[in-house]
């Protein structure tokens, strides 16, 4: 087990090993809004904006605005507000749905992928350089982990806003 703690993974009992995931993960959410911030500040655009970016960034081509509304959490108004925001900057652009003449996608810039790319040199170098200490088993099982919780945190999300 790849660690700074002091102990190996066999020297811990299952309740600490739990109790340190969970005591990292909120360290690690916590740090990473910091990051988020900062990276935001440095591009001059907010961290909800960083957030659009990466999420359409994962996607295979444009989208709706209500996919941005839909990947985002945001209301179809504020995913709106987003776009046009991001459109002003010159991050997305909007491109007509060949499918539906009344309708937009939405996309990153060509140049917005670059700018943003440049911002993420330095600090991409930094978080590979965390993943090379670990195997390549070591690698899937965190893979696995952050798929898992990032459905969970979805979901979750979800029931919050429905009032569940």
């Known amino acids: 087990m790849s660690t700074d703690s002091p102990r190996s993974g066999e020297q811990w009992s299952r ?6 995931v969970v005591t990292e993960s909120q360290r690690h959410y916590a740090n990473y809004s910091l990051f988020t911030q900062a990276l935001a500040d440095h591009v001059s655009l907010h961290p909800t904006d960083m957030q659009c970016i990466a999420l359409l960034d994962l996607e295979p081509g444009p989208v709706s605005t209500g996919d941005v509304a839909r990947l985002t959490g945001l209301t179809s108004g504020s995913a ?11 991050i997305v652009e909007r491109l007509a749905d060949p499918n539906d003449r009344r309708r937009s996608l939405v996309a990153l810039a060509p140049d917005a992928r670059n700018r943003i790319g440049e911002a993420w040199d ?3 170098r930094a978080f590979g350089a965390v993943l090379d200490r670990y195997s390549d088993a070591e690698l899937a099982v965190i893979a696995d982990y952050l798929h ?12 919050l806003q429905s009032g569940g």
Do not use: F, M
Not at 15 to 20: G, N, P
């Open 15 to 20: 309740a600490e090993l739990l109790a340190h």
């Open 122 to 124: 330095i600090p991409g």
């Open 80 to 90: 709106t507000r987003l776009v046009d925001r991001l459109v002003k900057a010159g």
């Open 148 to 159: 898992r919780a990032a459905e969970v945190g979805r979901s979750q999300a979800e029931r």
